[in-house]
């Protein structure tokens, strides 16, 4: 199939008007979070829970060692490099266009300690669709930002991130999976994003060379959000 026939929700995408609200925002897990702070700690858990599964059954990389380096892509204020991504690995970088945000990373008090220890890597302050990595990765950890590209940029973005993928390491995407009752993503004008279909991303992947080697879904959030799925993808 071609996954980009199945809705027209990603043709009003603006990624002009989506700098302009995520610029607008708090810097804060609340802004991030669409006013759902409280929906991290459950996240963050579900995150690392997810990860440490796909590791115990990992020959290269088992539990027990950080990981030499990951990448947070569309971070935010940093909130999954922060409460997961800097626990599991040696360095993070750091993927996201509006620098208000990576301030937070770069010279927030939060971030003081990683930054000390040197375990805060790049910061690319660019968009996913203009990103290229200057790093390979075991991990590359996308979540709650795929839905500002349209279909035809994340595929390309998911074939260009491959190739800096270690051997044997993973593409985690973890995003609001649309509960649209006729299977149509669903377009939000708030922050100019797409919420896709579980199917929708099937079909991204499949067509990106992609496999799902673990995929579930997030348990315990608030019963009137969109269900969060993550997926571990491999190269075919
Ligand atoms: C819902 S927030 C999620 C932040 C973070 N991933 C988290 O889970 O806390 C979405 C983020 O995507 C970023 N973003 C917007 N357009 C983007 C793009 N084209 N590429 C990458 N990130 C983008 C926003 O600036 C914002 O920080």
């Not at 002009?16 to 609340?30: G, K, M, Q, R, V």
């Not at 990448?71 to 204020?77: P, R, S």
């Not at 959000?225 to 571990?232: F, G, H, I």
Request: proline share 5%.
């Amino acid at each position: 199939m071609d996954a980009s026939s199945a809705s027209q929700a990603d043709a009003q995408i603006d990624a002009t008007a989506a700098l302009e609200y995520w610029s607008s925002i708090p810097p804060s897990n609340d802004g991030v979070l669409g006013g759902y702070p409280q929906v991290s700690r459950v996240d963050l858990q579900g995150s690392t829970t997810f990860l440490a599964k796909l590791r115990r059954k990992s020959s290269r990389y088992p539990p027990g060692k950080l990981l030499e380096r990951t990448v947070d892509t569309g971070a935010g204020i940093g909130r999954v490099t922060g409460g997961f991504l800097g626990k599991i690995a040696e360095k993070v970088d750091i993927v996201e266009p509006v620098v208000q945000l990576t301030d937070v990373v770069t010279k927030g008090d939060t971030f003081a300690e990683l930054r000390s220890k040197g375990r805060i890597g790049e910061i690319y302050n660019v968009g996913l669709e203009d990103w290229t990595p200057t790093h390979t990765y075991p991990l590359i950890w996308n979540q709650w930002c795929l839905g500002q590209l349209k279909d035809a940029a994340l595929l390309e973005y998911f074939q260009r991130i491959t190739k800096f993928l270690q051997p044997d390491g993973w593409i985690v995407v973890k995003e609001n999976m649309s509960t649209d009752l006729e299977g149509l993503d669903i377009f939000d004008e708030v922050d100019s994003s797409v919420t896709r279909t579980d199917k929708k991303f099937r079909a991204l992947f499949q067509e990106a060379g992609l496999k799902i080697v673990a995929t579930e879904l997030q348990k315990g959030l608030p019963k009137e959000l969109y269900p969060v799925r993550s997926y571990a993808l491999q190269p075919v």
